[in-house]
């Protein structure tokens, strides 16, 4: 009796948050449609990001190599080696077993998408295949429409942050630069995708991405602002010197207007090169027969289009964070 009755006692303690319990005060973080975005995020995009994270490791586990020249470090062939070797193991971390079928030839893209491991080299050809590693990945329904700002603003930035990583520490050489007169050495989307992210900001115009200060702030919300950041990092000089395209874009009124031409000097100067396209002729997924030839234009189409039309003064994407 006496049992029972000590067993029917509450513990107080129960009563009592832990000692570790944090608070925070309700925020509202939906403000407009493409916010929604942070909260939609499939578990293709979290496979995607972790498999980029393993590629992110094994440039931590592959140290550059002394060696002469100073630049096509050789440790990046090891680096590559491993990843030729894995790259189908990795793409089936993402693909279901029902469409098991399809990772030898979307794999290809993956391996083709961080550069040459003769020359070591990268450029906008080896983006344009990480794009069509994208692009196959909607086809067979792993990706879906509603992932399309996680596509860019989590997978293709993660994306964009490996390359640079592996451009910097194994000093990779720009693939088919134009030198000066090119948009940029190594990549050409994220300013398509990030002029699209700017379009309509409030305060900041074209012609603040030659603003060091602008840039320096801002770099971490906007795609646009990060590129020109890693040219200022790896170039020396005078920016209107070394980057004489971008420069003469920053007097552009708008970022509509900066946005359109970016479309329309990507199909005019990038999809039409066979080095550029080169990758896609041999594949069932990819075959070059989309409307103006172009095959990474599909995801190029609606850059800026998120389902609704954004007020005054918001971006048609959300910020990069």
Known sequence: MAEGQQRS?????EDIPPATQNFIIPKKEIHTVP???????????EKLVALLNTLDRWIDETPPVDQPSRFGNKAYRTWYAKLDEEAENLVATVVPTHLAAAVPEVAVYLKESVGNSTRIDY???????????????????????DDQIAIVFKVFNRYLE?????????RMEPAGSQGVWGLDDFQFLPFIWGSSQLIDHPCLEPRHFVDEK???????????LECVLFITEMKTGPFAEHSNQLWNISAVPSW?????????????ERLPDPEE????????????GFPDGAVVGNLLANAGNTGS???????HMPRSN
């Open 123 to 145: 450029g906008t050809g080896h983006e344009a295949a990480f794009a069509a590693f994208l692009c196959c990945l909607c086809k067979i329904g792993v990706l879906r429409v």
């Open 214 to 224: 602008a840039v320096n702030e801002c770099h971490k919300d906007y795609m646009f």
């Open 277 to 288: 396209v080169g990758p896609f002729s041999q594949q069932k997924f990819m075959e070059w």
């Open 309 to 315: 039309s954004p007020g005054p003064g918001r971006s």
């Open 162 to 170: 490996v390359m640079r990583k592996l451009q910097k520490t194994y």
């Open 9 to 13: 006692q509450p513990d107080s303690s």
């Open 35 to 45: 916010d929604m975005g942070k909260w939609k995020r499939s578990q293709a995009i």
């Open 256 to 268: 509509s207007k900066v946005n359109q031409g970016l479309i329309r000097m990507y199909k005019a």
